[in-house]
């Protein structure tokens, strides 16, 4: 079982910043692909962005193309949030899946087998 734990949200103004990080209890992301997906109240939860276990293919939502960074080492996996609008207020959710190719990545909730917690990421007007 691997244990998925997200820090790094809070509350901001609209154009602020935040950064966002997922940590594994298994020590490494090596052979994990890594999501992550924010839900908000009401609404279902959705694809933000995603990394391959290797780290060369990366995928971002419309919406946050250009604004939100995914990045990857080998015992943390990042999300920088740049010039965040209150329609990015959510609850911010790391996810997993083994991968043993380094090249796998996917945009849907439910090809990952483990999730954190989430974080709550908060965008005032």
């Known amino acids: 079982q691997v244990q998925l734990v997200e820090s790094g949200g809070g509350l901001v103004q609209a154009g602020g910043s935040l950064g966002l990080s997922c940590l594994t209890s298994?020590?490494?992301?090596?052979?994990?692909?890594v999501g992550w997906f924010r839900q908000a109240p009401g609404r279902e939860r959705e694809f933000v962005a995603a990394?391959?276990?290797?780290?060369?293919q990366i995928r971002y939502s419309d919406s946050v193309k250009g604004r939100f960074t995914i990045s990857k080492l080998v015992n943390t996996v990042s999300l920088q949030l740049n010039s965040l609008k209150p329609e990015d207020t959510a609850v911010y959710y790391c996810?997993?899946?083994?991968?043993?190719?380094?090249?796998?990545?996917?945009?849907?909730?439910?090809?990952?087998?483990?999730w954190g917690q989430g974080t709550q990421v908060t965008v005032s007007s």
């Open positions: 298994r020590g490494t992301f090596s052979y994990l692909s």
């Open positions: 990394i391959s276990a290797g780290g060369g």
């Open positions: 996810a997993a899946v083994p991968s043993d190719t380094g090249t796998y990545i996917s945009v849907r909730a439910e090809m990952y087998e483990y």
